[in-house]
């Protein structure tokens, strides 16, 4: 069944034997994160809900969709299963429900306004050393603009003080486009609510790269089947995820208050540099469930949790925009190595014509803003999610004069170490499917052999992987 909120899914979890409850005092600063780096390298490690963190009295969750297994069981869909139904449903749009003005919202049950707002009482975690201090990582950003319309993603915040973060907002996303707006349009203030602990429908739809106006709590609604209730914040003119444990209401000034914010370990691996004048916003009020956990994304060196969900939203959102055009697409993956920056493409072999990787790998920029660093497409009999299958295909069916080629200039993420300070890199196109001269044939079993084993794994004393 699909969870309706974070609690639920943290049963559905702990029943599936994926959640490992932590009871043994931790602290926020460091520890949490070090426990996080280490399980990433882990294969098959479980989520973590640490019950007892160092002088607060919320619990904090973490390592919630660090596999796809457990991306499968947030949205109730078999995990063999699972790109093809994401296309399928995220293709859609549901529109958000506004709860009734006369219910208790879960997230409003209790509510801090003015000087009761202390961010101190949260977990907010400091993940990795040389972070400038703790910051906020699964807070799910929602602001909207008359012409824009509705945004939700998610931002990283530095705490500041005990009703103050900083927020990065950078060029190349909705965030900084809708601020710029606002100045453009002579506001004096830019309000934001941030939602933390949300069901994790909601997280993974926040990280489809939709067209503009696309609203991504109406695809959060889609991959659900059914609309996400929200209700209207208490001190912006905004709406947020009712069932949310935790929210944060507030807003950013125009022109802002501004100081230096970082560093701060990234999802691509590295630790970013100091930001000057980056925008403060100020906290009016903090709404949460009684007994509210709180959600830590740990970000570092890859695989890590937030990298399995950009694997699957960034490639369907590259299929839904790329496949009308390209039927011969038969599925994609931005890889968790790949740090979400890296496209492997699919290729159905009696759909293939001359010319048309080519084609497919260029126009490959046409989604994400063009942030792809590296496209590289393969055959269909490539498994895309095993890292040593398209390596092997890249070695056994790509010949470096003539299967691939260059982008001399091209915008990535400024996060991405190698490119320069305004994230400009070149970008690599590479054909790794067999071509018409191709020698080779795979060594295997017959497939009726292949099959017969499968089902006879266990009968022969191997534990099925989950």
């Avoid at 600063?29 to 882990?42: F, P, Q, S, T, W």
Wanted: with cysteine; charged share 25%.
């Amino acid at each position: 069944m699909l969870p309706q909120d974070l609690r639920d899914y943290l049963k559905i979890l702990e029943t599936n034997g994926e959640l490992k409850r932590v009871r043994v005092e931790v602290d926020a600063r460091y520890e949490i994160g070090a426990i996080c780096a280490k399980l990433n390298k882990i294969r098959n490690s479980p989520a973590i809900l640490f019950e007892n963190v160092n002088g607060v009295s919320i619990p904090v969750v973490s390592q919630l969709l660090a596999s796809n297994r457990r991306i499968s069981l947030a949205l109730d869909i078999p995990e063999d299963r699972l790109f093809e139904v994401m296309v399928e449903r995220s293709s859609q749009r549901v529109e958000t429900k506004s709860i009734s003005a006369s219910k208790t919202a879960p997230c409003q049950e209790e509510v801090f306004t003015g000087e009761q707002v202390d961010l101190s009482r949260l977990p907010v975690c400091t993940n990795n050393a040389k972070d400038g201090g703790p910051y906020i990582t699964a807070g799910h950003v929602i602001i909207k603009d008359p012409e824009l319309g509705q945004n939700l993603s998610i931002y990283r915040m530095m705490y500041r003080s005990k009703n103050e973060v900083f927020i990065r907002f950078t060029a190349g996303h909705d965030g900084y486009d809708f601020f710029k707006n606002a100045e453009k349009n002579g506001l004096t203030k830019f309000e934001v609510a941030v939602a933390i602990g949300v069901d994790p429908s909601i997280y993974i739809a926040s990280q489809f790269e939709p067209s503009l106006g696309v609203y991504e709590l109406e695809i959060a609604g889609a991959l659900r089947g059914e609309p996400i209730q929200t209700v209207k914040c208490k001190t912006v003119d905004l709406e947020v995820p009712a069932n949310s444990e935790i929210i944060l209401e507030g807003e950013v000034a125009i022109p802002p208050k501004t100081g230096t914010e970082g560093p701060f370990g990234e999802f691509c691996g590295y630790t970013t540099e100091q930001v000057p004048n980056e925008r403060i916003m100020k906290i009016k009020a903090m709404t949460h469930r009684r007994n509210p956990i709180y959600h830590n994304i740990w970000l570092g060196r890859p695989p890590h949790e937030h990298l399995y969900v950009d694997a699957l939203s960034y490639a369907v959102q590259a299929y839904n925009e790329l496949h009308p055009v390209y039927p011969a697409i038969k599925r994609t993956y931005a890889p968790p190595w790949g740090v979400s920056i890296a496209l492997v493409i699919q290729i159905e072999e009696r759909l293939k014509r001359p010319g048309l990787i080519g084609n497919i790998l260029a126009s490959a920029l046409a989604t994400r803003s063009g942030k792809w660093k590296h496209v590289i497409a393969v055959d269909e009999d490539i498994d895309i999610y095993n890292p040593d299958e398209v390596l092997w295909a890249i070695t056994t069916r790509f010949q470096p004069n003539r299967d691939f080629f260059v982008v001399p200039w091209g915008s990535t993420s400024k996060l991405e170490p190698s490119a320069d300070s305004d994230g400009v890199t070149s970008k690599m196109f590479i054909d790794a499917t067999k071509k018409r001269d191709f020698r080779g044939q795979v060594a295997e079993p017959t497939p009726e052999m292949q099959a017969q084993v499968r089902r006879k794994w266990e009968e022969f004393g191997f534990r099925v992987e989950k």
